[in-house]
């Protein structure tokens, strides 16, 4: 009877670590953007970066094309809190057609994924219009459109999967339970 308890034991453990997620499944980091014009022709783009995971994520390698006008630097962040999010703005030429932006996201617990974003097809920003000089009638002006605001990036995908170490835990635990399964067939019968 003590075997058979042994034996529940062990399966349930080796069923219960083949069963808990791997690290790697809920790592994601999602960069969405927009780059719209003002009023004055000039194009500014703002990225979002979201971190989906209950940890600190380390952004690195950030690459930004085209780079951002001026030396001003947009505020890049190295760390985005756990399940947070970082919003960063800059501006760019007014008549580029692609933006786009390229990080490795990291984990404390190693894991690591290139994340990249990109906004296309942009129309070049108007032309401000020219101050109107005083005319002798008042004539009503009418405003410019604005072209619409390109779609945000797509999302990545997150990476989903049974981690090794979950995969190697498992194997060892049923090997065990074969094991000690045998030796105790084995007693039980010496001892018959």
């Given at each position: 009877m003590r075997w058979k308890n042994t034996l529940v034991v062990l399966a349930t453990v080796a069923c219960t670590t083949l069963l808990i997620p791997g690290q790697a499944d809920a790592h994601t980091s999602v960069v969405s953007g927009s780059a719209p014009c003002d009023q004055s022709g000039?194009?500014?783009?703002?990225?979002?970066?979201?971190?989906?995971?209950?940890?600190?994520?380390?952004?690195?390698?950030l690459s930004l094309s085209p780079q951002p006008l001026g030396d001003a630097s947009p505020g890049l962040p190295t760390t985005i809190t756990k399940n947070g999010s970082y919003t960063f703005s800059y501006e760019v030429p007014a008549d580029v057609k692609k933006i786009t932006i390229s990080f490795t996201a990291k984990w404390p617990d190693r894991y690591q994924e290139d994340v990249k974003g990109s906004i296309g097809d942009l129309p070049a920003c108007p032309s401000p219009s020219p101050s109107a000089s005083p005319s002798p009638s008042p004539v009503p002006s009418s405003a410019s459109p604005v072209p619409p605001s390109p779609t945000p990036s797509k999302p990545t995908l997150p990476t989903t999967g049974v981690a090794l170490p979950a995969l190697l835990i498992g194997a060892l635990v049923l090997i065990g339970g074969g094991v000690l399964f045998a030796v105790i067939g084995r007693r039980r019968r010496l001892e018959a």
């Open positions: 000039k194009r500014t783009v703002t990225w979002t970066i979201k971190n989906n995971w209950h940890s600190e994520e380390t952004v690195k390698n």
